[in-house]
């Protein structure tokens, strides 16, 4: 079959190698020149998404974070539990033996017959699939109407070089709603540091947290989460672009990759309808519940956020052992083990219903 990828970000290649393997004939179109760039990301993922998709990526090992809400905070410490990702060379580790279109931005899908008209301003490419793996602004996601339910959220970040000594093995992560702001240390002295809001917040956070230092560079980007449609005929969606991101943190890059190995079966199957089947039911309840949280996070008073950072702060430990880095569900099973958290939780249900 002829497919056309739209998008060259990590789900967008990795989808169309699955695929090529599968014997079919794959074209990525990619607006930029360069694969990975410009770098729009943190690059923090679990260290078992690092061994199993990106190992050569890796620049820096986490083993925990300083988490700080108000005037709470605590350490949580698991060696090992992060890789910090040279995220340009990630995306390009994926481009080996693709055909790819660089440099041309897809401006027009038309269906004709049983099949999609996919165009730049360069070319037109006829195809038999159209996979919209453009993140989280998405054209195909807009032109093709996948019925959808997202909300966007700005973030900044800068890579610093620090001056003075860097703790390169801890995160330093300050809650600040609607997300939060992070310190990453990515080695040699280098932290990169982002906030989910305005430049202004991510100063403040810097001046707050004493992260000075040279400006190496600064980047911004759009953090999708929501619902979206993933199937509509031969046009499917993934990674950002179906807002496959996880609803607490905002990180997409574990679930776009899995969502990718569950399309290219789902295709390699002839069963378009196993890709949403198998995507729901590894990540549905979690997706759910992760939205849940979110809109009761962004909605608690500041004194209930205080007292849910306390609770958490007291089961550092079994936050430690238990919480695992993609899957955020346990955060919630670890507060529902406390009758403290009953009458916040209560009032958060009822702002949200009321
Ligand atoms: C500031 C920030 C920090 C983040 N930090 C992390 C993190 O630490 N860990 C984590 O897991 N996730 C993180 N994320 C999220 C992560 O970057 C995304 O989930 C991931 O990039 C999604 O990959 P993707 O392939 O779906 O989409 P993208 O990486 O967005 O790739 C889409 C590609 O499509 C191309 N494109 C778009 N429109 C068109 C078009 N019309 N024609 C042709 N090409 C087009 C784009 O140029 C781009 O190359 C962060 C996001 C932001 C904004």
Redesign the pocket.
């Known amino acids: 079959m002829k497919i056309i990828t ?7 290649l990795y989808v169309s190698q699955l695929l090529s393997r599968q014997g079919h004939e794959v074209l990525v ?4 020149d360069t694969i990975g760039e410009p770098v ?6 679990s260290s078992t998404f690092a061994d199993t998709y990106g190992s050569s990526s890796v620049l820096n090992v986490i083993d925990g974070a300083h988490v700080h809400c108000c005037d709470v905070s605590f350490d949580l410490v698991r060696t090992g539990v992060a890789s910090v990702l040279d995220r340009a060379a990630f995306d390009a580790s994926f481009s080996n033996g693709i055909d790819i279109e660089r440099g041309n ?3 027009e899908i038309r269906v004709a017959g049983g099949s999609y008209l996919v165009s730049t301003p360069a070319a037109t490419h006829e195809a038999d699939i159209v996979i919209g ?4 602004s998405s ?1 195909v996601r807009s032109t093709m109407g996948f019925p959808s339910d997202i909300t966007f959220y700005g ?1 900044c ?1 800068q890579r610093v070089r620090a001056k003075g000594d860097v703790d390169d093995a801890m995160v330093t992560v300050d809650l600040k709603r609607p997300f939060f702001s992070w310190a990453i240390p990515e080695g040699d002295g280098i932290v990169r540091i ?1 906030t989910v809001g305005t430049v202004s917040s991510l100063e403040r956070f810097k001046s707050r947290f004493g992260f000075e230092g040279s400006i190496i560079d600064r ?5 999708p989460v929501g619902k979206c449609s993933l199937i509509r005929g031969g046009a499917f969606l ?4 179906a807002a496959q ?1 996880k609803p607490l943190s ?5 679930f ?1 990759l899995r969502a990718a190995e569950f399309l290219a079966e789902a295709i390699g199957q002839g069963d378009p309808c196993r890709y949403y089947h198998r995507w729901n039911a590894e990540f549905g309840r979690e997706m759910s519940l992760g939205r849940s949280i979110r809109k009761m996070y962004e909605n608690m008073s500041e004194n209930d956020l205080v007292k849910v950072m306390s609770i958490l702060a007291e089961k550092r430990e079994r936050l430690e052992q238990e919480a695992d880095f993609d899957m955020h569900a346990t955060i919630a099973r670890i507060l529902f083990s406390t009758p403290r958290f009953y009458p916040v939780f209560g009032k958060a249900m009822a702002t949200l219903v009321g």
């Open positions: 739209v998008g060259a970000g990590p789900s967008g179109i990619e607006e930029h729009q990301c943190a690059g923090l993922v931005r897809v401006d793996a453009d993140g989280p054209f973030a970040q982002g980047t911004g980007g759009i953090i993934l990674g950002d672009a991101t905002g990180g997409g890059l574990s776009g």
